[in-house]
T-cell receptor, first 116, second 112 residues
């Protein structure tokens, strides 16, 4: 079956612009995660969605970052007023959601964001 | 808080030989899970192997095995019969709440 997909694969934007990154999880997976991978910080958790529960936003680095998940499937990560330090690879992952804390997370190919 | 330490920034291995990638972790939880992921130059994170803290046997998946030493809090990845396609970054991770906590990674280069 299809894996996790993300779009766009690459995004170049100017400082101050808003960007939207999209994630399509594996069909049937109720748990969805966003991570950020940057040279200086490694892999960092950003946000977690599980079904209809309130998302865990504890990893979002500032109020410029937000995410939503519509219909329990597709998720969009939005970065407002982008800064150069937002340049990174944004990875989305999903898991079945049966026992989220013990499940394997399957990752998408990522979106490479470059803020000029 | 959970912490993952990978002390080897880079490793070389000769093709067809075995290699061990180190991972130590810190947690006060009794129940936890440990994961290894491979990230080739294409960027995608590929799940390799999982070890649960209560699993009595070391996990194995094909050429990958996990040398799990609970008392020492280590979960080293062993890759047998290395192949050129194994050249990649390897991450050890631990589940913590609703997220994975990753180590800094080890770059593995397989020489022909």
């Amino acid at each position: 079956g299809a894996g996790v997909s993300q779009s766009p694969s690459n995004k170049v934007t100017e400082k101050g612009k808003d960007v939207e990154l999209r994630c399509d999880p594996i069909s049937g997976h109720t748990a969805l995660y966003w991570y950020r991978q940057s040279l200086g910080q490694g892999l960092e958790f950003l946000i977690y969605f599980q079904g209809n529960s309130a998302p865990d936003k504890s990893g979002l680095p500032s109020d410029r970052f937000s995410a939503e998940r519509t219909g329990g499937s597709v998720s969009t990560l939005t970065i407002q007023r982008t800064q150069q330090e937002d340049s990174a690879v944004y990875l989305c992952a999903s898991s079945p959601g049966t026992i989220p804390a013990q499940e394997t997370q399957y990752f998408g190919p990522g979106t490479r964001l470059l803020v000029l | 808080a959970q912490k993952i330490t990978q002390t080897q920034p880079g490793m070389f291995v000769q093709e067809k030989e075995a290699v061990t990638l180190d991972c130590t972790y810190d947690t006060s939880d009794q129940s936890y899970g440990l994961f290894w992921y491979k990230q080739p130059s294409s960027g995608e994170m590929i799940f390799l192997i999982y070890q649960g803290s209560y699993d009595e046997q070391n996990a194995t998946e094909g050429r990958y095995s996990l040398n799990f030493q609970k008392a020492r809090k280590s979960a080293n990845l062993v890759i047998s019969a290395s192949q050129l396609g194994d050249s990649a970054m390897y991450f050890c991770a631990m589940e913590y709440g609703n997220k994975l906590v990753f180590g800094a990674g080890t770059i593995l280069r397989v020489k022909s």
